[in-house]
């Protein structure tokens, strides 16, 4: 960790001058208290002053602290039940107001990558961003013919801090992985190494180009999600040119109250969509934070009390194997049934579970920890602490975590976080039991069967023309290898005849070759002649038997 030493005296730093500290309760054991008595050592954390009673502090010293800081407060801005409220609102400002760099600098990337002047590719170029987060910031612009668009530029350095960091991570994890055994089930070096990707890919802008393209594909003309449309002629893995949208935050409900928009019915919508993109089109937006989701708030639909969602920022998305998929959709329609013992059979036959792990006693304390779930309205359930004791249930029973779904859980945190601070009480349970049912159905149920069935039936009755032949082929295969093992079975019995004949060859060699030496060593005269005799012919005789 030695060659960390200058990034992790600058968090130490950080954390000391802003008080973190005090923003949690006390860790506990001594290993927390150690950590605790460090940060206070810092002589950063006794100069702070009034740093450490601003509510913006977590915000300033994770701005500070780089694009992984800024991406954690953006996760913890969604969860409403973690932290004060005017802390979380403070975090919510680094989802699009994290400081700008300069706007001379960000024209100036923009015709590098152009290769021309900002005049020859756009009739107008704001110099005021109208947002900046952790990784770019965005301009807004009309193109020659007039489109109004918003023009994404990477911020500069970024990939460099990004790689700074999760090395200083995977180097941290590796560490825990070898120091506690425990943890090695839930692969956090290959977390880590899996989500520096992930935080790469986002400095990508002509992957997230085609992120968006494919998304916006998905929900073409849908009612229920709108992706803007992406101007490839403008976009670099530098710069990304699309459509601009209007429309609100999702986290905006004073809006919705003004414009009589149901936020129940606008908070279902959202899970559906979730679900469509999960289930459906295996292709999940799983940075979902208030500053990539809007609502549209100027069109028909929206008047209509029905509006729909925006998608930005389609940066980070996720996908599941096919067999992950399903047994995603088992384990949650398992949960809503209450059916424990069937969640734990589940997971066994994916091979989540050890050998011989007890189902029931498994089942008991997933029943235990996440039946109170179901038992309540959402708006009284702590999530939080329930994912805590799961994930101590896994590291104590030694469960086997899938890497991949390490980003699913993430989206779902911020799908939670969301749907809570929109619409509290919403029955998640109720909403989501139909769409996994009929989602199961159609892929493992009678109907996908027959459904595999048809699909393979034109492939089936193309090779009908060719059926004689190859069952003549298989059938004279078949004899041919009968013959083969009729001809080695004929060759094995010989064998066998062939070594009982020697055993008896052996047994008279052996008896004559004894009477033999008998008659040459205990007689005299003509008879031990004749017994030198008989051992000579006996050994004459079983030579020329072999």
């Not at 090779?463 to 295969?477: H, R």
């Amino acid at each position: 960790m030695l060659k960390h030493f200058s990034r992790l005296l600058a968090i130490w730093t950080v954390f000391a001058r802003y008080r973190l500290d005090t923003l949690l309760p006390p860790p506990p054991g001594l290993r927390g208290a150690f950590l605790l008595l460090c940060l206070r050592l810092h002589p950063a954390w006794w100069l702070a002053g009034s740093r450490a009673r601003r509510p913006d502090r977590l915000r300033l010293a994770f701005e500070e602290l780089g694009p992984l800081f800024i991406k954690l407060g953006q996760l913890l801005a969604t969860r409403r039940d973690l932290l004060p409220e005017n802390v979380l609102d403070e975090l919510a400002k680094l989802q699009d107001q994290v400081p700008a760099f300069s706007s001379r600098e960000a024209m100036a990337i923009v015709e590098r990558e152009l290769g021309a002047p900002l005049s020859q590719k756009f009739s107008r170029f704001d110099e005021q961003p109208l947002a900046a987060a952790s990784i770019a910031q965005v301009h807004t612009a009309a193109l020659p013919d007039g489109r109004e668009v918003v023009v994404k530029i990477l911020r500069p350095g970024v990939e460099a801090a990004i790689r700074q960091d999760m090395a200083l991570l995977r180097d941290l994890t590796a560490m825990l992985e070898a120091r506690f055994p425990e943890l090695a089930p839930f692969h956090p070096q290959r977390i880590a190494r899996d989500y520096e990707q992930t935080l790469l890919d986002e400095t990508d802008l002509a992957r997230e180009a085609a992120n968006t393209r494919q998304m916006r594909s998905n929900f073409l003309n849908s009612p229920l999600l709108y992706v803007p449309e992406v101007h490839d002629a403008w976009c670099t893995p530098r710069i990304m040119v699309a459509e601009r949208i209007y429309g609100v935050p999702i986290d905006d409900t004073a809006t919705f109250e003004r414009l009589g928009i149901d936020r129940k019915a606008l908070s279902e919508t959202g899970l559906t969509i979730f679900f469509t993109q999960l289930l459906q089109h295996n292709f999940f937006h799983a940075d979902m934070h208030p500053g990539n989701v809007f609502v549209e708030t100027t069109t028909p639909s929206a008047t209509a009390g029905t509006p729909r969602y925006i998608a930005l920022d389609i940066a980070i998305v996720g996908r599941l194997a096919r067999e992950d998929q399903i047994t995603v959709a088992r384990i949650a329609l398992a949960l809503i049934q209450r059916d424990f013992v069937e969640i734990i059979r589940i997971a066994n036959r994916s091979g989540w579970l050890p050998p011989g792990a007890n189902i029931n006693k498994l089942a008991d304390e997933v029943q235990r920890i996440a039946g109170q779930a179901l038992d309540k309205p959402i708006d009284q359930v702590q999530f939080g602490p329930i994912m805590v004791a799961l994930l101590d249930m896994a590291r104590t029973h030694h469960l086997e975590i899938p890497v991949q779904l390490v980003l699913l859980i993430k989206t779902l945190i911020h799908v939670e976080g969301l749907g809570r601070s929109l619409y509290p009480a919403l029955d998640i349970w109720s909403l989501a039991k139909p769409l996994l049912t009929k989602w199961l159905n159609d892929q493992i149920g009678p109907a996908a069967l027959l459904k595999r069935i048809g699909e393979q039936a034109p492939g089936l009755i193309s090779s009908l023309p060719d059926m004689p032949d190859l069952l003549l082929d298989a059938l004279t295969q078949l004899r041919s290898s009968g013959q083969w093992q009729e001809r080695q079975l004929r060759e094995v019995a010989q064998l066998r005849a062939d070594l009982r004949s020697g055993r008896r060859r052996d047994l008279l060699a052996l008896a004559g070759s004894a009477g033999g030496i008998y008659l040459a060593l205990c007689t005299s005269g003509v008879l031990a002649a004749a017994g030198l005799v008989i051992v000579a012919a006996t050994f004459a005789w079983r030579l020329a038997a072999a």
